[in-house]
């Protein structure tokens, strides 16, 4: 192509001034089609495989390449039709005439609509299928990282049970320890209450420490 595509273009002011090539170009069966009517026509073929793996999600052009989506042969990509409707030349003009200027363009280079439209639909198939082994790859990490974590619920269970029989049997010890202490405690006092009274017969103070705590030694008392 010689001349570049922006200046194949019909614009505004060219369409005063030769109406007669403007309406040619915007009756002509290609531009009366609308896209939905296209799309219909055209087979984008079977889902894509693809054949590499994909190292970078976010990058589309990756995406493509590794479903093996190659540009046809006249290069035109609907990527490049997206940059052609937004191109300063015409990105401000009205729908109907980037319509028509785009459709222009692409009949001067011998580049059929129908094979803009299945790049797209084909890049389209593309990214469902992405879309889906990603959502089946979650779908999966979150499986397994759900059975992973109840085998941990699981195991915390049985640990959380554990230590609180270990715990019980500890109050346990304590509380029989505690009982077999105390009961000895008053067979004491009882002991101590006896030799209190036979010492209390021959003392003015009385050393026995009868019912409480075992006193620091004392000097032995006078009798009396």
């Given amino acids: 192509m010689s001349k ?10 060219e369409s005063s001034h030769r109406p007669e090539e403007s309406e040619s170009a915007a009756s002509g069966p290609s531009a009366a089609q ?18 590499a793996p994909i190292s970078n999600p976010t990058s589309f052009a990756e ?4 479903a093996e989506i190659h540009p046809p042969a006249h290069g035109f990509t609907i990527e490049k039709v997206g940059d052609m409707l937004r191109s300063e030349h ?13 459709l222009v363009a692409l009949e001067a280079v011998g ?3 129908q094979d803009v439209i299945q790049d797209a639909m084909k890049r389209d198939q593309a ?11 979650l779908n999966q990490l979150e499986a397994q990282k759900t059975k992973e974590n109840q085998e941990i619920q699981t195991e915390l269970d049985r640990l959380v049970e554990e230590h609180k029989a270990r715990m019980q049997a500890n109050n346990d010890a304590i509380s029989k320890e505690k009982e077999r202490f105390f009961a000895w ?6 002991e101590e209450q006896k030799i209190a009274d036979a010492v209390s017969y021959f003392v003015t103070e009385n050393p026995i420490t ?15």
């Fill in 185 to 190: 405690r008053l067979k004491k006092q009882e």
């Fill in 127 to 137: 990214l469902d299928t992405f879309e889906s082994v990603q959502e089946r790859a």
């Fill in 111 to 113: 580049a059929p609509i």
């Fill in 34 to 51: 609308t896209v939905a009517e296209i799309a219909r026509s055209v087979n984008p073929g079977p889902p894509p495989a693809f054949t």
């Fill in 210 to 224: 009868a019912g409480g705590h075992a006193a620091p030694p004392a000097q032995a008392p006078k009798p009396e």
């Fill in 4 to 13: 570049k595509w922006y200046n194949l273009f019909v614009s505004v002011d």
């Fill in 90 to 102: 015409i990105r401000n003009l009205p729908r109907d005439v980037k319509k028509s200027s785009v």
């Fill in 63 to 66: 995406i493509y390449a590794a």
